[in-house]
């Protein structure tokens, strides 16, 4: 004979179900049998059993719902204190081990994505990278984001005079960082960090021009108190390094800050009063002291001045005025750095027509008055007999230095410029006699 299984015995059914003589599964508010016959189930007027005496099946159906039903304590409708409370209680550390947030670099990064990165070139695609995609570059490489924040302190230094001395000194700790870390891993550049070095590179010159300018120097940087490298040799360093990774940059994140220069022939049209300087200037690297080879560099250095009056006076959409001004230190030859250090006056004399160009980036605050502190150093390291060769890129940003302080012309100007045309620019200042010129120079 074959046994029955047995089942656990329970006296909590229902009333319908005991008067049956069924089995009742006990569920509630109305157990199985009542809602399978559509009948009124006594559980539904009880209040719920307490767990000391709810049955084993009643404690795993339980169960069973509590883990389909999602909990409501995190809902928005329920706002006591308690439960607000707990909930913080889930999110919020000990305070002792919250760390303090950075304030000051909060503060420069949302500067340099607000204000700074407008600030770098005079394309809009660039902005939009300086803005976005430079910023996401940099906190994968600390380095960077220094050099970012070291740029952003010194705009603001330059924009807050009466905080200018806190912001200047955050700007130097920022850049000391940056540097540091910099020369650790500049034997390391490869594909994967490329773009990271060609964006500090980028914001080490700009670093460097807004350093203080060293009073009686043809440009050398006054960093921390000490001179450091003249701004020549840091343009042209930079470049090599842009050199060194140039087919990755390419191919990377900040293409659209590169300029090949060679996309299509240059236009060779140029003011008539530009081009018979430049011919003046042929004439005297034809007459130069030093030998065939001072005469080659004095020409081949000319030859790259004339090519950036060409490109600025032409200049397509697609390329940053930026750029463009910095071709020349990069053109140049050595040996023409060699006679510039020596302070041959060929060498100066080009050197204060290259500033025409330098000085066409007068609106941008970091190269403000720039292209005026070398042309006035150059005036005290020439003999008289040579400032005649000089008057016409004197007098070039003299005039634009003149409506800067005097307002005395009613020209529109364009932030720092006279006008934003390159030959206008040129042709506006040929008026200038010797007289007021020369009162400009000794002033």
Known sequence: ???????????????????????????????????????????????????????????????????????????????SPALLLSQQSLFDGPRSQQS?????????????????????SDRSESHELWRVTVPQVAFQYDFLMRGILAISALHLSFLRPERQTYWGH??????????????????????SNCDAFFALSSLIVVYGFESPKNSDSLGMFNYNGQDSDEWLPLIRGVNSIIISVWPWI??????????????????????????????????MCDGASGGPEAVNAYKAALESLRASFVRMNNRPTYECEVSIAF??????????????????????VLLAHYCVILHHLNDYWWMRGWAMHIINNIHRELDENWLYFIQWPTSVISVDQKVLTNGTLQNPISGNRLCSNFNTAID????????????????
């Open 250 to 283: 390419k191919n990377g994140r900040l293409n659209g800050l590169l300029h090949d220069h060679i996309q299509e022939p240059p236009q060779t049209e140029l003011p008539s009063v530009l081009s018979e300087q430049l011919t003046h200037l042929e004439n």
């Open 428 to 443: 506006s200042s040929l008026n200038i006699p010797n007289e007021q010129l020369k009162a400009e120079i000794d002033r």
């Open 170 to 191: 955050v700007a130097a700790k920022q850049q000391d960082s940056a540097l540091s870390s910099f020369r650790k891993i500049m034997t390391n550049m490869d594909e």
């Open 100 to 120: 303090p947030l950075q304030m000051v670099e909060l503060e420069l990064l949302h500067h340099f994505t607000t204000e700074t990165c407008y600030t770098l």
């Open 1 to 79: 004979m074959v046994s029955r299984k047995s089942h656990p015995k329970s006296r909590n059914g229902c009333a319908n179900c005991k008067k049956r003589r069924i089995k009742c599964d006990e569920v509630r508010p109305r157990c199985s049998n009542c809602e399978k016959h559509s009948i009124s189930c006594d559980f539904s007027s009880h209040g719920p059993k307490s767990a000391s005496t709810s049955s084993p099946q009643e404690h795993r159906h339980r169960n069973s719902d509590a883990k389909s039903i999602p909990s409501m304590q995190g809902s928005s409708t329920d706002h």
């Open 327 to 348: 071709l020349w230190p990069v053109m140049i030859p050595q040996e023409f750095i060699t006679m510039l250090n020596e302070k041959r006056p060929e060498a100066l």
